[in-house]
């Protein structure tokens, strides 16, 4: 081969390498959207909810002049659009951030976030949500990823659990393997042991495209794996036919730090 063809070849690989990250970046993204597509119902019906309270307590405001029952009616005004501005602040931090940078994050409040998004849609599914906080876990880590790694194991779950349930989410500082820990656990389908092998693989999907799109993608878990990966976690499952699954995910533990936001506080002080 010649020198000249040899450049050629290694220009080729340069571009491909290029195109490859690139189309990696895009699949990212839209894995992203289609999780948060999954919810476009439910937060639909959420917001209609909360423009019916406004809407209603507004009237009331209007008909009412007496102080108690115009300042009763602003409250509850305020509380329904801060309510709506959280969930949309939740949505467009979540869908804009491209941010790689990692920090020591309460994993706690991290799991808070997520939760106002899916709440009603887990709602409306009959499924029942119990949160397990077990310490005050900080690990470093991007927020933003770990959220939308939370959200696809959320989505997961519920979609597993047909006519509802149950799912129990905990978060848990394991100080003798100096991990902090995730873990998202559904009373869904299960998933049999000849798949648990598979479900990690890009576009290894069960789920068949329904008319609103909500079928699979096959992407949720490989996109998962990637992240927690880039982070020096683990990501484990386990699962029982029937009885349902329990994904935890699993981190360093944030170093020099003690129990209590106090020592959290002063860490922040001394550093
Ligand atoms: N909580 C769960 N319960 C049962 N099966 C699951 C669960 N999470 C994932 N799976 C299985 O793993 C497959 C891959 O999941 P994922 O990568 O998120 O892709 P998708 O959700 O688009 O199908 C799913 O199609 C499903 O068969
Ligand atoms: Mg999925």
């Known amino acids: 081969m010649s020198e000249q063809d040899a450049r050629t070849l290694e220009q080729k690989f340069a571009d491909l390498q290029r195109e490859n990250e690139q189309l990696k970046s895009q699949l990212m993204q839209s894995q992203k959207m289609s999780s948060v597509g999954a919810l476009a119902a439910s937060i639909t019906h959420e917001f209609n909810n909360i423009l019916t309270t406004t809407i209603n307590y507004a009237k009331m405001g209007l008909r009412h002049t007496d102080e108690a029952t115009r300042e009763k009616a602003f409250t509850k005004i305020l509380n329904a659009g801060q309510r709506a501005a959280k969930i949309t602040t939740g949505m467009l931090s979540y869908a804009r951030n491209h941010n790689e940078q990692k920090e020591a994050t309460d994993l706690v409040q991290l799991v808070e976030e997520v939760l106002v998004l899916v709440e009603k849609d887990l709602q409306i599914h009959r499924v029942n949500l119990e949160t397990r906080f077990e310490g005050r876990p900080f690990a470093n880590v991007n927020a933003n990823q770990v959220q939308q790694v939370l959200l696809n194991l959320i989505v997961n779950g519920r979609q597993a659990m047909e006519g509802g349930g149950r799912m129990v989410i905990g978060?848990?500082?394991?100080?003798?393997?100096?991990?902090?820990?995730?873990?998202?656990?559904?009373?869904?389908?299960g998933i049999p042991a000849e798949q648990l092998q598979k479900i990690f693989q890009p576009f290894y999907t069960t789920k068949k495209a329904d008319a609103r799109g909500q079928g699979g993608t096959g992407l949720g878990l490989s996109m998962c794996r990637e992240v927690i990966e880039a982070h020096q976690g683990r990501i484990r499952v386990e699962s029982q036919v029937g009885e349902g699954t329990t994904f935890t995910l699993r981190f360093p533990l944030f170093v020099g730090q003690g129990d209590s936001p106090a020592n959290l506080r002063m860490h922040h002080l001394a550093s």
Request: glycine share 6%.
């Open 171 to 189: 978060v848990l500082a394991n100080r003798e393997a100096n991990t902090a820990e995730i873990s998202v656990r559904d009373s869904g389908t």
